[in-house]
Nanobody, 116 residues
Framework: QVQLVESGGGLVQPGGSLRLSCAAS????????MGWYRQAPGNQRELVAG???????NYADSVKGRFSISRDNAKNTAYLQMNSLKPEDSAVYYC??????????WGQGTLVTVSS
């Protein structure tokens, strides 16, 4: 059974940092591209950052220079380091695992709230 479990969300003040983790099980993690998405109330889910099997990364313009995605294949875990957080970064953050010709897998989400 495939499971993606996000953790690390919480309440943080503007300008602060959080590190999200996505622990995967039931898949050959190294064979999957990983992505972090977020969804704020009333908004569509949007891609925040992605990392390919080979480690190539891409970011939404709104988070470039502030967020960093990484992966540890030995630990079957993807990370999202979020710095200089802004209130508009508040959302539920989801991780996604995908590979060609296979269904994508999603985690249950972790809530990030940026507020003073």
């Amino acid at each position: 059974q495939v499971q993606l479990v996000e953790s690390g969300g919480g309440l943080v003040q503007p300008g602060g940092s959080l590190r999200l983790s996505c622990a995967a099980s039931g898949i050959s993690f190294s064979m999957y591209s990983m992505g972090w998405y977020r969804q704020a109330p009333g908004n569509q889910r949007e891609l925040v950052a992605g990392i390919s099997r080979g480690g190539t990364t891409n970011y939404a313009d709104s988070v470039k220079g502030r967020f960093s995605i990484s992966r540890d294949n030995a630990k079957n875990t993807a990370y999202l380091q979020m710095n200089s957080l802004k209130p508009e970064d508040s959302a539920v953050y989801y991780c996604k695992a995908n590979r060609p010709s296979s269904p994508a897998h999603w985690g249950q989400g972790t809530l990030v709230t940026v507020s003073s």
